[in-house]
Nanobody
Framework: DVQLQASGGGLVQAGGSLRLSCAVS????????IGWFRQAPGKEREGVSC??????YYADSVKGRFTISSDNAKNTVYLQMNSLKPEDTAVYYC????????????????WGQGTQVTVSS
């Protein structure tokens, strides 16, 4: 049974930092790309960042502020978010893809529940 468990969200002031974690089980971790997506109220889900065994991708809106990393021993992917802005407020989801899908949500096979990130101004 494939499971992705996102955690680490919370309330932070603008300029602050949070680290999200995505614990993955039920798949061979190295065979999948893991992505982070977010959805704000009234907006479409958008890709934030993803990581595979060979590549990392970032949305332009988070480049230079967010860093994605993985700990293969723990089957966990992290999203370090620095210099947070109010527009980063959203529910953040992690997902797994069997292909190098980049930030295309439709190519992700498995999704976890979201974790809320709220950035106050």
């Amino acid at each position: 049974d494939v499971q992705l468990q996102a955690s680490g969200g919370g309330l932070v002031q603008a300029g602050g930092s949070l680290r999200l974690s995505c614990a993955v089980s039920g798949i061979t971790f190295d065979d999948y790309a893991i992505g982070w997506f977010r959805q704000a109220p009234g907006k479409e889900r958008e890709g934030v960042s993803c990581i595979s065994s060979t590549n990392t991708y970032y949305a332009d809106s988070v480049k230079g502020r967010f860093t994605i990393s993985s700990d293969n021993a723990k089957n966990t992917v992290y999203l370090q978010m620095n210099s947070l802005k109010p527009e980063d407020t959203a529910v953040y989801y992690c997902a797994a893809s069997t292909v190098e899908g980049g930030l295309l949500a439709g190519l992700y096979n498995f999704w976890g529940q979201g974790t809320q990130v709220t950035v106050s101004s």
